[in-house]
């Protein structure tokens, strides 16, 4: 009987997956994540500057937001604040 009940035992503990213990990362609701960038080189004389602008949603509001031109670098996927 000790067997059978280290055997159902142990059966139970092989069947578990890592998948059942692992959680999803939590979203932040105050981020808008950069989904598009496009930059600009504007010539100001010698100097060129390079300007961008963002394409953001919100992964808990779903909006989506388009930013104004600015000179803050930024990858796809950040958040802008």
């Known amino acids: ?4 009940l280290l055997l159902v035992v142990f059966t ?10 692992t ?9 808008d994540r950069v989904v598009e960038k496009l930059s ?8 060129i500057t390079t300007v961008y602008k ?3 949603i919100n992964d808990c509001t779903g909006i989506q937001r388009e930013s104004s031109l ?5 990858s796809i996927g950040d958040c802008k604040q």
Do not use: A, H, R
């Open 23 to 31: 959680q999803e990362p939590s979203i932040d609701c105050d981020c």
């Open 54 to 56: 963002y394409t953001t």
């Open 40 to 47: 600009f080189n504007i010539p100001n004389g010698n100097v």
């Open 12 to 21: 139970t503990l092989i069947s578990c997956s890592k998948d059942e213990f």
């Open 1 to 4: 009987m000790k067997k059978l």
């Open 70 to 74: 600015t000179t803050q670098v930024l």
